[in-house]
């Protein structure tokens, strides 16, 4: 019983910090939902999704990290065709004229239960632009996180699925 134990205490530590130091990105909790929204940045008439990402740290511990690669780099929205987000992205956000938002930007430290928001948009026309058909469209979040305690890692988090159309 006593070794049972201690090889599942040595799994969970492991998979914390592998030995470097530092916290895993999976220590934080990551959650994101998309929208149609009628302005584009505060564009009338020009509507847009708009992806909210929840970033939660459940642990008992303050945790310090930050956004890494500045400039929207390494925060990305993307849009599939197919529901697994298998393959290239039909859309990309990451290309020239990009706009980002980084509600609150991320706190340092974020204390347990805490959460922090990020939003990204894309304008529907771009999403649905070079010929790209009307239909569903599954979503997803690239997410740079790294730094501090936080080891820097890309997460993908799925964002939802929505029907555009032109």
């Avoid at 936080?150 to 997460?155: A, C, E, M, Y």
Wanted: proline share 7%.
């Amino acid at each position: 019983m006593k070794k049972i134990l201690l090889v599942a205490v040595a799994v969970v530590v492991a998979g914390g910090c592998r030995g470097d130091g530092l916290l895993s990105p999976n220590v934080l909790t990551y959650s994101a939902e998309s929208q149609v929204v009628p302005n584009f940045y505060n564009t009338p008439a020009n509507p847009s999704v708009e992806t909210t990402v929840h970033i939660t740290n459940n642990t008992d511990n303050t945790i310090t990290f930050n956004y890494s690669r500045g400039n929207c780099g390494g925060f990305e929205l993307h849009a599939f065709v197919t529901a697994d987000r298998s393959g290239t992205p039909a859309w990309n956000s990451f290309q020239p004229g990009l706009v980002c938002d980084l509600v609150g930007h991320l706190p340092s430290p974020l204390n347990p239960g805490e959460s922090v928001q990020l939003v990204i948009s894309g304008a529907l026309k771009d999403i649905l632009a070079a010929g790209r058909p009307n239909g569903t469209y599954y979503f997803d979040v690239l997410l740079n996180v790294g730094g501090g305690e936080v080891r820097d890692s890309d997460v993908h988090i799925p964002a939802g699925s929505i029907f555009l159309a032109k």
